[in-house]
Structures are given as structure tokens and as C-alpha cells.
């Protein structure tokens, strides 16, 4: 899998920025399929940094109701990532 199709999107949050600041931990919305070896060397190579761990969930999709109809929110995979004390993104 290509590295730009890893990586969806960033995830700035107000949380996320403060675990960005405080702890070193950056939040990505991930490809489902992509596991935590794909996801570490994808933000290696797109950030430049060094990461020292990849933690990852899977979002389940909330029922939503438009009208008189209901529908399902699509599922989405969120990936946390711990970068070295030295190294920081940017982006947050």
C-alpha cells in the first residue's frame, strides 16, 4: 500500500493537540486495512520523524436519522502515534 493511501487525514482536535504538546502523540484517521508497521513507516517517511509506537482502534459508524429514515454513519479506523522526545509534527 502506498504511503499517501495509508494516511488519510490528520485529526486536530482540542485533545489531540494537547497530547501533541504534553505527550509527543499525534491522531490520524487511517486506511482500515492498514496495520501498525504500515501506518509507522508511512508517518516516517511523509513527516520526516522517528516514531517510537503506533497505537490504533476502530470506530464503529452511529446510526443517524434524517427525516423519517435511518442511516449508519461509515466505520473509520483512528491510528495514535508516539513520536521520539526530539522529533514533533508541525501540522498540530
Given at each position: 500500500?502506498?504511503?499517501?493511501?495509508v494516511i488519510i487525514r490528520p485529526l486536530v482536535t482540542?485533545?489531540?493537540?494537547?497530547?501533541?504538546?504534553?505527550?509527543?502523540?499525534y491522531s490520524f484517521e487511517v486506511n482500515k486495512k492498514a496495520n501498525k508497521v504500515e501506518i509507522k513507516s508511512a508517518v516516517e517517511k511523509i513527516y520526516s520523524v522517528k516514531v517510537s509506537k503506533v497505537r490504533t482502534a476502530n470506530r464503529k459508524g452511529k446510526y443517524?436519522?434524517?427525516?423519517r429514515t435511518y442511516g449508519l454513519t461509515s466505520s473509520w479506523k483512528k491510528a495514535v502515534v508516539y513520536l521520539e522526545p526530539e522529533?514533533?509534527?508541525d501540522l498540530f
Open positions: 500500500m502506498d504511503n499517501y493511501n482540542e485533545q489531540g493537540t494537547h497530547f501533541a504538546t504534553k505527550k509527543g502523540a443517524r436519522r434524517k427525516g522529533y514533533h509534527i
